[in-house]
């Protein structure tokens, strides 16, 4: 399906990205594997694609509440008026 999607036009330089690379497989993102990150799909460049994608919910962990990744927090918004002034 890669190599159909990547031979339009809107694609064009994915399909030489992926060659340099050699395929998936030797990709940094899916190297361990794809099964349990890729979706399944089916159909054709022409009709369009359909997928789905199987993803397992931990239910075990205790829900819980992020901190975040803190922030500068409040202050002034800056001067000059917004769009159009």
Not at 24 to 43: I, K, P, R, W, Y
Not at 74 to 84: D, E, R, V
């Amino acid at each position: 399906m890669l190599n159909a999607v990547y031979e339009l036009g809107a694609y064009s330089g994915s399909a030489q990205n992926l060659a340099q690379i050699g395929g998936l497989a030797n990709d940094n993102v899916f190297s361990d594997g794809t099964e349990l990150q890729m979706g399944s799909f089916s159909g054709d460049t022409s009709s369009g694609y359909v997928g789905t994608l199987a993803v397992g919910v931990d239910t075990a962990t205790a829900p819980g509440v992020s901190a975040g990744a803190g922030g500068g927090g409040g202050g002034q918004p800056p001067s000059g008026g917004g769009p159009g002034n």
